[in-house]
């Protein structure tokens, strides 16, 4: 099967740098992706890595590296509207091609 | 705008009845998926189709049923309520590059008393 760890909760402040990490035991899967989710509403697609590497999204990057089953979101220069959860995800055609999430991580921004 | 609706949008039921969330596409969009999302459980997959009348289990699926006879409507059905199906519901699509950007709908947040 597949399975996502991700912390459950950060804290910081306006503008830092959070890295919300995901380590992830599953085989043959296409690429990692991220969502944000604001309490009271649906996860919203964030980014997508389908290489090894940094894939940048504004203030948002995102890194993925398929050897060490690892990956990050990056969250530079803190704003309060990112108080919300993230969620990394995959999908694998080993799995029957089901999207599978991590538990997600709450990242509460703080003035 | 991936153009999906879930309805209801709240639903408060009794225990043992059954209950039918319904989810519409307007993009004929080949994944559809039914999530479940708890307080400190994040989201996990009930069931989901990868087209008309094909359908898989998730880690979920006990007390649950789905139907896809459209390309764009999945019914997610409670066979027979219970309290601990209590939660948010979430619709999803797949697409993007391998089907790998999800899209949401609204969420349906059912009670069960």
């Known amino acids: 099967g597949q399975s996502l760890e991700q912390p459950s909760e950060v804290t910081a402040v306006e503008g830092a740098i959070v890295q919300i990490n995901c380590t992830y035991q599953t085989s043959g899967f296409y690429g990692l992706s991220w969502y944000q989710q604001h309490d009271g509403g649906a996860p919203t697609f964030l980014s997508y890595n389908a290489l090894d590497g940094l894939e940048e999204t504004g203030r948002f990057s995102s890194f993925l590296s398929r050897s060490d089953s690892y990956g990050y979101l990056l969250l530079q220069e803190l704003q309060m509207k990112d108080s919300a959860s993230y969620f990394c995800?995959?999908?694998?055609?080993?799995?029957?091609?089901?999207?599978?999430f991590g538990g997600g991580t709450r990242v509460l921004v703080k003035p | 705008d991936a153009g999906i609706t879930q309805s209801p949008r709240h639903k408060v039921t009794e225990t043992g009845t059954p209950v039918t969330l319904r989810c519409h596409q307007t993009?004929?969009?080949?994944?559809m998926y039914w999530y479940r999302q708890d307080p400190g459980h994040g989201l996990r997959l009930i069931h989901y189709s990868y087209g008309v009348k094909d359908t898989d289990k998730g880690e979920v699926s006990d007390g649950y049923s789905v139907s896809r006879s459209k390309t764009e409507d999945f019914l997610l059905t409670l066979e027979s309520a219970t309290s601990s199906q209590t939660s948010v519901y979430f619709c999803?699509?797949?697409?993007?590059?391998?089907?790998?950007?999800?899209?949401f709908g609204q969420g349906t947040r059912l009670t069960v008393v």
């Open positions: 999803a699509i797949s697409a993007g590059r391998r089907d790998t950007e999800a899209f």
């Open positions: 995800a995959v999908r694998a055609e080993a799995a029957g091609n089901k999207l599978t």
């Open positions: 993009e004929n969009h080949r994944y």
